[in-house]
Structures are given as structure tokens and as C-alpha cells.
């Protein structure tokens, strides 16, 4: 039994994805918007729902829980932080804790940066990562912002040491569908960058049928802005005095901030 993923775009204001995850024990629900929609879409898998897990505390990341919660009174896991903060949790977790899908598994990430209190999960199918689930982490071109609970050069640690190194081949899957912005932030910085144009006209025609494309690590380190430091391009249009990686990260952060 293949671990099964599916990506539920919400059609919330904010864009937000929701994730169930099927293993061939247990069924998972990832950052759940809209209560209702995933319990019809429970319905048609063949495990039940074990737990919720919510990637961090904020409430368009946990606000289907209390629907589901009520109907199938199933378990709600969450970051060791994020005590207090995402109401009726029944586990809290560390990085490196396992989440068992039945066979294959769920790796916590200890991921902060967007805040304090963020996880993410690596998926590990025939003990390789295939995929990551980066919540407001890591989006598909762009990272999350740090307003609301947040630090920007704690979401550079979190970037450069455990995401610019993850495999080429993971599939990322974050909690939110910014893409075609994120593309066009990508393109306002780095003119020259062929692959975020070819995707940024893949994108256009997508939605257009409404598809949302994915990428993988691979594609982020061509396409992403805050994955490429050491791009030239980029570095000679921020004007710094002095540049490193950090530098350049936070520079950046700041331009999209207001951008």
C-alpha cells in the first residue's frame, strides 16, 4: 500500500491547502480549514481518521478542528509549543518524533521562524523522504512571513539548515497556494531567471483549469528566491555594503514584507 496524499485547496480567502494523509494503518488530517469538506472526503478513505495534526497556531491552520473533532473525536497533535495556544490538543511533539502511518511514517521537523511553536513533517515511504509538508514554513517559491509570532533571522536558520539541504527529488507541500505570486516576487529580484518564467506561464495556464502545480526541492533551489543567496543577480540588485547569506535572506524578507 502506497502512502496516499491529497491536497485540498480550500478556496479560502487566504488560499490555504488542507492535507489528508492515508498510510496503510492510519489516516491523518493536515492543517484542516473547512471542517465539513474533510469529514465528506473521510468518508471515501478506508482507514479512520486517527488524529489532526496542525502545523502551527495559527487559527486558519486549525480552525476545522473543532467540526471534526465532534464527530469523529479523534486526537489533535501539535508542536510542544504550541501549549495553550490550539485548543483540545492530545499530543505535543519534539523534532524527531514519529508519526506512524503503518510501515511508513511521519518525521517531525522542529521548524521555527513563521513561529515559535512550528512543525513540519517529512514523509518517509521505504525510509526515504518523498515528501515535506512545510505548513507557513517553506511555500511552493517563497517562505512565510514572521508578523504574527514570529522572527525572520530564526526562519533563516530554519531555511538554510534544514530546507536548502533537503534532496532535490521531495515534494513540497505547504499550507498555503501562493505560487503565482511568489513566482512574480522571484522575477522582481531575478529578471534573468528562465525557470520561474517557464513556470510562472505553466501556473497561468493552470489555473486558468483550475490546477495548482506543485514543485519539488529540486525546482525550489531554480525558482525560489530565499533558496538562492548566492545568486548574483539578486545580490547586485539589493545594493548591500557587505553581503552573506543571512544578509541577503533578511534583505529579502523585508522587500517582500511590503512588496
Known sequence: FMTCVTQVFTGSSLRNFSYLIEGSDYLYCIDPFDGGDILERIKEKKNKLKAIINTH?????????????????CEVYAHINAKGKIPNVTKFFN??????????????????????????LLLIENNVPTAVFTGDTLFNAGVGNCHNGGDPEVLYETISSQFQTMNDDILVYPGHEYLGNNLK??????????????LLTEYEKGLAENKYLG??????KEINTFLRLRNTEIISRLNLSESNDKKVFLTLRELRNGW
Open 215 to 220: 514543485t519539488n526541492m529540486g525546482t525550489e
Open 185 to 198: 516576487f522571484t522575477l522582481d529580484r531575478e529578471p534573468n531567471n528562465r525557470a520561474a518564467k517557464k
Open 95 to 120: 523534532a524527531g518524533d514519529k508519526i506512524d502511518l503503518g510501515g511508513d511514517y511521519l518525521k517531525v521537523l522542529d521548524t521555527p521562524g513563521h513561529t515559535f511553536a512550528h512543525l513540519c
Open 57 to 73: 497556531e495559527h487559527f486558519d491552520h486549525y480552525c476545522g478542528n473543532e467540526e471534526i473533532v465532534k464527530e469523529l473525536n
